[in-house]
């Protein structure tokens, strides 16, 4: 293996090829959000293990009185890394914006009639968190409908982005440059657990993904990324998710 040294310097080239859409004054952020008051609501449901299917029956059938009231980005279930959970990200311009939605939402008889008071029982556990997009990444969508979703959840030492920021980065976009996977999204954490990132990734099939990572692991320029961010890194759990039929990100 080359030494560490020599697997930075494609490293730099690699890293300026794949800068996102941003600014330049977005782009030398060194804090958690985007240079507006947009966040994104992560909810995380573990269901109980005899009630999954009708669960999603019900999601599938009576979201729409869900999405009538505010910006659903995706909706998922688990598939591997975790079992009998469902993800779902929504969008919100502010946090009065958010108080709103949800006062309206107490105050809707179909929403409350013929979802909530028949869900709920089904649910065993709900987990909430407010996140933002990065400033240098910007919310993607799959080039085609299909295929499977990874999240990938990384739990970063304190510090914030001030700290690991730019090694994070640059680890993410190495994984863009080897073509194999197709970045959505990458959320900072700001209510919740702190310094945790959240990435969403799209991939072809499971098989398309495992493939592209054995590939990515010879790529010197994911090497030396990876090594280079790792020294900020406590904990990592992937899950790859199934979208819903109700999901706009499929």
Request: hydrophobic letters at 40%; aromatic letters at 12%; one cysteine or more.
């Amino acid at each position: 293996m080359l030494p560490l040294a020599l697997l930075r310097r494609p490293l730099a080239a690699a890293a300026r090829l794949a800068l996102p859409r941003c600014g330049p004054q977005v782009c030398l952020a060194t804090g958690p959000r985007q240079n507006n008051g947009i966040f994104y609501e992560i909810r995380t449901y573990d269901i109980k293990p005899a009630k999954m299917k009708e669960f999603l029956e019900m999601v599938n059938k009576y979201f729409h009185f869900r999405t009538a009231h505010s910006e659903l980005v995706g909706f998922w279930y688990s598939e591997l890394g975790a079992m009998n959970k469902v993800f779902h990200i929504w969008k919100y311009d502010n946090f009065a914006h958010r108080a709103a939605v949800r006062h309206a939402l107490a105050n809707d008889r179909d929403w409350q009639g013929k979802f909530i008071s028949t869900a709920l029982p089904l649910v065993e556990k709900q987990h909430n968190e407010v996140a933002y997009l990065v400033p240098w990444c910007q919310l993607g969508k799959p080039p085609k409908e299909g295929g499977v979703y990874e999240w990938v959840t990384f739990q970063m030492k304190p510090g914030g982005p001030a700290l690991w920021g730019e090694a994070f980065r640059a680890a993410i976009n190495a994984h863009i440059n080897t073509g194999y996977t197709r970045l959505i999204g990458v959320f900072h954490t700001e209510y919740g657990l702190l310094n945790t990132v959240h990435v969403l990734w799209w991939n072809e099939s499971p098989d398309h993904r495992a493939a592209g990572r054995h590939s990515a692991h010879e790529d010197a320029r994911v090497v030396a990324a990876v090594r280079d961010s790792v020294r900020f890194l406590e904990s990592q759990q992937n899950v790859l998710l199934i979208p819903l039929q109700c999901s706009p990100l499929k």
